[in-house]
């Protein structure tokens, strides 16, 4: 289930740019962007093109900005991407790592550059937290697709970072490893507290661990913020219920006033609603009234494909 | 921790750039190249570790040809196959992963030389403090060290690893077949003409050279391997990576 704003443990962004230009030549790849994060599990979408790995590229320091500020923790990303980097981690789209390392061995160096005390145990315990401890000793060129993502992971983690980028962290995997890898990044979220920026083409996978969304176009940043809100925003109100006793909660459900509509699937309730406010704070009443238990209740839309697709459009007219 | 992160990444270069089979090959044309006499052995002792006409021309395009290809391997391949990427995202800073790179690439290329002269030296019953042993490993470094900073500057530039290894031959070519029609003293500011004075007038004492054509050789290799590691390093910290 996607996080929803009462959830979210941090909730000051970390990541700010003011009007972010940066141009190629003639060719404009950021056009006064203006972004900032929800402090938790955030994604940046938007199409091949639109300036996301430039964006990152900039707040990583790689890239100076022509225009504009960009800020991570409050530091200014190019004169003081040293600072930044002593607490961010990231996984770039194609890495490449050097081949003739293993991993531990290449974790050791990475621990040592962050200045780790203990970077061998860092290592070998970062490489048992990505599923990698089998393979520590193995040469990282024998490595296959989802065991280097895995490696960029571990990396991009061992300097226990506040916040980890990654750019399109699930393109190489099938899909049981984006599966892991999107469980991993929750409970790593959950567990240490780290924030995560993702920056990612596949919508439905980052509306089930996102809090917070970005939708960048032509370099401009078309819509942002809570996907609660933005659901509610742009979503078509049908909601998806699971509860103990369907049957009995559809029968309470439908005679509710905010309800335009309510109908069961295979035990699976689906609610369209005139007030969602109403909805979400009787629902539960409802379920606790009938002493049955509320496993789920989320927005049906796919709330982030929807969004998504409504602000571009938008953005085209 | 500022060195500790440094030696950290001079440790990765090595282990990364000098890895099997990349030493073993470079010492063994080197030992080579080296040990390999064309010429008639001569009566002066130096000129059996060193024939200026003949071996050290041959060790000098050889070593040019080394270093351009551990420089562009090390430095033009890694921003080219984005591994430099991943140094950039760690905490250090880009002056110490390009000097990490260039210190390490320097040192082990003329220890390795260094010890093919030294033990060419010692073959000839000459000790390897001797002063004039000394001279040689001096021009040695100094070459090592002017054709390490070029090689450099090209790979920062370039960025690509056979485009940095053409460019190097090209300029090596270029000057070596345009500017011997220049007159001494000015001749020898071109390296290879600049070692063979530099040891012609300190080792063996030769009246074809002048003082003249000693500073002449000596500063133009030592203010342009300043000049060209200094803009290396200046355009490796601009650099703007996508």
Known sequence: ?317 | MKYKKFFRLTLWEFEEIWRLPTLELIIGIAVFFGLSSTTAPSSLPLRQIVDVEGNMFRLTLFEMFIIAVLFARSVAGNIEKREILNLFTYPVKRVSILASKFIVNVSLIFIIFASVIVARGLLSQLEPWNTLMLIVLFILFLETLFFSTLSLLLSVIAKKTWATILLVIIFFFTITSFMPQLEPPLKYAIPTYGAQAMFSYLALGSHDYTFEDFTVALSSMVIMSIIFLLVSFIHFKRMQVD
């Open chain 1, 1 to 317: 289930m996607a996080y929803t704003k009462k959830e979210i443990p941090t909730l000051n962004p970390i990541i700010t740019t003011n009007n972010l230009t940066k141009r190629f030549g003639k060719a404009t790849a950021l056009n006064e962007l203006n972004l900032k994060d929800g402090g938790g599990i955030s994604g940046f979408v938007g199409p091949n093109g639109a300036g996301k790995t430039t964006t990152i590229h900039i707040l990583l320091g790689f890239l100076k900005p022509n225009d504009g500020t960009a800020t991570v923790f409050g530091l200014d990303c190019w004169k003081e991407s040293l600072k930044i980097r002593q607490k961010i981690g990231f996984l770039q789209e194609h890495p490449a790592y050097p081949s003739a390392f293993t991993a531990q061995r290449f974790l050791e160096h990475v621990g040592h550059l962050y200045g780790l005390q203990q970077p061998k145990q860092k290592a070998k315990d970062t490489l048992k937290e990505v599923g990698l401890a089998h393979a520590a000793e193995k040469a990282i060129g024998t490595y296959s697709a989802g065991m280097f993502q895995r490696l960029g992971l571990a990396q991009a983690l061992i300097g226990e970072p506040q916040l980890v980028i990654l750019d399109e962290p699930t393109a190489n995997l099938d899909p049981s490893g984006r599966l892991e890898l999107l469980e991993k990044i929750k409970q790593l979220h959950k567990d240490k507290g780290i924030c995560f920026l993702i920056s990612t083409h596949i919508l439905p996978e980052l509306e089930k661990i996102c809090n917070w969304v970005s939708i960048i176009n032509e370099g401009s940043i078309v819509e942002q913020g809570y996907i609660q809100d933005l659901a509610n925003k742009y979503s078509s109100n049908t909601y998806r219920i699971t509860v103990s006793d369907p049957p009995t909660f559809l029968k309470a459900l439908q005679k509710q006033t905010f309800i335009e509509e309510a109908w069961s699937e295979e035990n699976i309730i689906y609610a369209k609603v005139k007030d969602t406010n109403a909805f979400r704070e009787e629902a539960p009443r409802i379920a606790t009234a009938k002493k049955m238990q509320l496993i789920e209740l989320r927005p049906v839309y796919g709330a982030l494909e929807q969004i998504y697709s409504i602000a571009m459009k938008r953005e085209e007219q």
